[in-house]
């Protein structure tokens, strides 16, 4: 069967830069799928997009669709006719459902069958079918029309290039009728371009100042920003979605290198930088220290024989920018940091828990109470507290959100604060995101933990809980943060004792019977997707859980002591063992004797058994008061002999009431040791 390359070219008044990959991969996705749906095979696929158009090629397409046959089984011949040999209604309904006559059906066989051949259409004849039914499936939120048209897309279109082999295919799609001339560079070259054939699409646009292939542009204008920085000395700063997002706006990209007056470097770098970057597209750039250099990255879409005037043309764009943000940063100095407090008592944090000024009174006091617990300084944490949110009223963070908690550590500095207090003030919001970075400081991570702990209590004591995928106040995200602090930078807090002491701060405004349980259940909880990511068998998690250890540290050190017991030999079948002794703990009548008697013993495997639990709780008690679990469960795998000859040789539920209680009690030491780590027994 023959086979030729297809070409598919949409274009357009410019795409929205942003959905300009998802578009294309879309595209492409929904013409894949219309090919395999048709049965035609092909051989390579790929997709080109630019700010003007979108474009498929398909190499080595077959020219025509495969014929094929249609079985379908009826029912079976005896609920086909009655005893006369007349045709029921299953056989009439057959037949009608397949659209034929009774006599075309095959009645020989023991069901009734219809056969049918279809022949294959030429591909020519499907592709406009399979390319109208892709674009209208695109992701686009907000369809438009333009002119008088009644036909809705992304963006107005303006041509449309049809191609299978050297052949248009005749059809009109979207108001355009296929033909085989695409447009070039929309001011290098406005005229018509035509593609010569479908593989000769790139190397024709190229000619007429189009790079079509995103992957080109995104590599020329990486490698090439990369060149301008280094002969700056500096790095540019390139995020991946800024590059999208660049790579998505230029047909024809030229990096150049603008600069701006160094007075603005006395501004906050992270304002200059957000702006330049979310509102003009730059590529900023830092020295060796990370400092901001006063130059930046434009990528113009045009070769200019004068790019000079593109860099000054920039730089005067960028300028009263700067100036915006340098204004913001001096009228914020001109009074204290402190002072900005009193706006925020008049801004509402949640209407039932009060204004944000509140948030900040009560964090400053939990974080005096947690810094000391994990070895900072309760008055640092407390200033850090009540500074936390007074950025939030600053001009600088009113123009541009994201420099919260920075904004506040440059003020702080400004006024003379200590460090580390100028440092919490953004170290609270962390970590942004998962995986991201943790506050380096003590008092940072008391006034990160205090914040995320009160908006738990509070949200949680007003009955806001998380459901489902709302989660307005972010709690998993706040959860998932303390449990981080807390762990990854081994800080040993009692989340029993803060919870308790959050609650205790919103007095009346919350709910608090049951309060400080729900909301450490719902940190606890988070644990378990933590541990699942990291490979960790849930059965371990739930049997450190069985013993709710209120700190997140502790409870970490069980879980990874725990997986390390599961690898010994002994680990299974103690966890059988822990599991037996824990159901016949739970039946046995009356309360359990806490000491263990030698003369109720009758067999020399009780003696092994109590000897060996005496020599391992003297062995590991001082290990589970250093929290060497690791060492106190290896310590234990022991007993694994003693305890099998034990339950070999030994009936537990003796007919001496006292000599059965004797076992039992010997089985609650047992049981106990094991418990000093974690339920075992959930284990099996």
Not at 200 to 223: F, G, Q
Not at 480 to 506: C, E, H, P, S, T
Not at 643 to 662: G, I, K, L, P, Y
Request: glycine share 6%; hydrophobic share 45%.
């Amino acid at each position: 069967m023959s086979a030729q390359d297809f070409l598919v070219e949409l274009g357009t008044e410019e795409l929205p830069p942003k959905a300009l990959n998802t578009l294309a991969d879309a595209f492409l996705a929904g013409i894949e799928k219309g090919l395999q749906t048709a049965g035609l095979n092909f051989e390579t696929k790929h997709v080109y997009a630019a700010p003007r158009r979108l474009a498929v090629l398909i190499t080595g397409l077959a020219t025509q669709q495969p014929d094929r046959s249609i079985n379908l089984d009826g029912p079976p011949r005896q609920a086909a006719f009655d005893a006369d040999g007349n045709p029921t209604q299953a056989a009439l309904g057959f037949a009608k459902k397949c659209g034929v006559d009774l006599s075309e059906i095959d009645q020989s066989g023991p069901k009734l069958r219809y056969s049918q051949s279809i022949k294959g259409k030429p591909t020519a004849s499907l592709l406009p079918t399979i390319v109208e039914d892709s674009l209208n499936d695109l992701p686009i939120p907000k369809r438009m029309r333009w002119a008088a048209r009644k036909e809705e897309f992304v963006r107005p279109t303006q041509w449309l290039v049809m191609l299978l082999g050297d052949q248009v295919i005749d059809c009109t799609i979207l108001a355009q009728k296929a033909g085989r001339d695409s447009r070039g560079h929309r001011f290098h070259h406005p005229q018509s371009v035509r593609i010569t054939s479908p593989a000769n699409y790139l190397a024709d646009l190229r000619a007429a100042y189009v790079l079509a292939d995103a992957n080109e542009r995104r590599e020329l204008i990486s490698k090439r920003t990369e060149e301008l920085a280094t002969r700056q000395e500096g790095t540019a700063i390139v995020p991946p979605n800024l590059l999208d997002e660049v790579t998505a706006l230029v047909e024809w990209p030229v990096p150049l290198v603008c600069s701006f007056e160094e007075r603005f470097l006395e501004v906050p770098q992270e304002a200059l930088i957000t702006t330049m970057q979310d509102n003009q597209k730059y590529f900023c750039l830092l020295d060796a220290d990370g400092k901001l250099l006063p130059r930046f990255i434009t990528v113009a879409n045009i070769e200019s024989k004068d790019p000079q005037q593109i860099i000054a043309g920039n730089e005067k764009v960028v300028r009263p920018r700067l100036t915006d943000a340098e204004f913001f940063f001096k009228q914020d100095k001109k009074q204290p940091l402190e002072s900005f407090n009193e706006r925020l008592q008049n801004v509402v944090f949640q209407e039932k828990l009060g204004s944000v000024y509140d948030k900040a009174e009560r964090v400053s006091k939990l974080a005096a109470f947690i810094a000391p617990r994990i070895g900072g300084d309760a008055q640092r944490a407390a200033r850090a507290g009540i500074l936390s949110k007074c950025d939030l009223s600053t001009e600088m963070v009113g123009e541009f959100p994201e420099m919260q908690g920075i904004a506040g550590y440059y003020y702080a500095l400004n006024d003379g604060e200590p460090q580390d207090v100028a440092l919490a003030l953004n170290e609270q919001y962390m970590p942004r995101g998962a995986g991201a970075e943790l506050p380096t400081t003590l008092t940072g991570a008391a006034v990160a933990i205090a914040d995320k702990l009160d908006t738990l209590v509070g949200i949680f004591g007003i009955g806001m809980l998380p459901t489902g995928s709302k989660d307005p106040y972010a709690l998993r995200r706040a959860a998932l943060g303390v449990l981080r602090i807390l762990i990854d930078k081994q800080l040993d807090l009692d989340l029993n004792d803060a919870v308790a002491f959050a609650v205790n701060a919103f007095g009346s405004k919350v709910k608090a019977a049951g309060l400080a349980d729900a909301v450490l259940e719902f940190i606890f909880d988070r644990l378990r997707a933590r541990y699942e990511d990291e490979g960790v068998d849930v059965a371990t998690y739930l049997s450190v859980r069985a013993l709710k250890p209120g700190s997140a540290l502790d409870f970490d050190q069980r879980v990874q002591a725990v997986q390390a017991f599961r690898k010994l030999p002994e680990a299974a079948a103690l966890a059988a063992v822990n599991k037996r002794v824990s159901n016949l703990l739970s039946k046995a009548e009356g309360n359990i004797a806490a000491t263990v008697e030698a003369k109720y013993f009758d067999n020399a495997n009780e003696f092994s058994l109590y000897s060996a639990i005496q020599q391992a709780d003297q062995a590991v008690q001082p290990m589970a008061a250093a929290r060497q679990y690791s060492e106190t469960l290896a310590r234990l795998a022991a007993l694994r002999e003693p305890v099998d000859a034990f339950f070999e040789a030994v009936m537990v539920n003796a007919e001496d009431a006292s000599v059965r209680a004797n076992r039992y009690a010997l089985l609650a030491r047992l049981r106990g040791l094991f418990l000093g780590v974690a339920d075992i027994s959930l284990l099996g």
